[in-house]
């Protein structure tokens, strides 16, 4: 081993290997390596050669991930079967390698990746099916955090309501959608073959978030969606108030009056949701 390649090159060499799609004698090939020159450094005997040897970790490497990347995205995995799932999870390993020691961060990009697949091009509403079920795993390991109560707003004087400070809870998230992919969700939970989702406005966004175990999610309409970003972006000088909520529907209204009485119906749900955090 001491007139072997550095130890960095040698663990280099077998990631390629391990990682690539092709399996270990044709990875090596591909390189113009002879398996003598794995025999060098991996021992082989009678019930397995270095090639067959380094196979095994190969194949847990990807079968492993791609039980994960099947948990993680269920829905695009019922969507476009089996053998379609397995090859986007290859393409998907080859272009973002697990990087990461813990395997919870291994399907992260896929959305994006989904978005530059074949298999979106004739279904580009695969897209944000994936981008939910991402949102969905991710708000379920955010932090708990105390939340805000309809009990604690009760006794604040109608002339410091404006000043009221707002924040969402960290287990929650707006994820924009161009197809109305919830559709597709119910029909899927309801283990019936769902149709296209119907294209959506511009406007149209998935609200996620989770509150105690169980992560939720529902479609917001354009004026909530303004809202919720008001919510989700505070300033750099601290939360959003719920004047500034007032201010953000009355522009899109043109009626204090009416904006006034739609954030206090929207303050009301996410209070009812758990959508809000003390701030």
């Known amino acids: 081993m001491a007139d072997g390649p550095p130890l960095a ?4 060499r077998f990631f390629e290997l391990v990682t690539g799609r092709q399996g ?6 591909a390189r113009g390596l002879p398996e003598a020159a794995l025999a060098a450094v991996i021992a082989g005997d009678a019930r397995a050669s270095a090639v067959e040897r380094l196979d095994v970790y190969a194949n ?22 089996d053998e379609a799932f397995h090859d986007l999870a290859t393409d998907y ?11 919870r961060f291994v399907g992260a990009a896929m959305p994006g990746f989904v978005a530059g697949h074949a298999l979106a091009a004739a279904r580009p509403w695969l897209v944000p099916l994936a981008a939910l079920e991402w949102a969905r795993v991710d708000v379920f390991d955010r932090a708990d955090v105390p939340l ?5 707003l009760a006794g604040v004087p109608p002339e410091d309501f404006a000043a009221i400070a707002l924040a969402p809870v960290p287990a929650a998230t707006l994820v924009p959608a161009a197809w109305a992919v919830e559709e597709t969700w119910r029909a899927l939970e309801r283990e019936q073959v769902p149709e296209a989702p119907d294209a959506a406005d511009g406007a149209h966004a998935i609200l996620v978030w989770r509150r105690g175990v169980a992560v939720q999610h529902r479609a917001v309409d354009a004026l909530e969606r303004r809202a919720l970003e008001r919510l989700f972006g505070p300033t750099t000088f601290g939360p959003t108030t719920f004047g500034a909520l ?30 809000l955090a003390v701030v």
Not at 24 to 29: D, G, H, M, P, Y
Not at 148 to 152: D, I, T
Not at 249 to 255: I, V, Y
Request: hydrophobic share 50%; net charge negative.
């Open 93 to 103: 390993l080859q272009a973002y390698p697990s990087r990461h020691p813990s395997l």
């Open 60 to 81: 847990m490497y990807f079968f492993r991930i791609l039980d994960v990347l099947r948990s993680d995205y269920p829905k695009l995995l019922a969507v476009v079967g």
């Open 9 to 12: 090159e040698l663990q280099a």
């Open 246 to 275: 007032c201010a953000e529907l009355g522009e899109a209204l043109g009626s204090e009056e009416a904006a006034a009485q739609l954030a206090v119906r929207l303050l009301g749900g996410w209070l009812a949701d758990g959508l």
């Open 24 to 29: 270990v004698a044709k990875e090596l090939a």
């Open 148 to 152: 805000l109560e309809r009990e604690a």
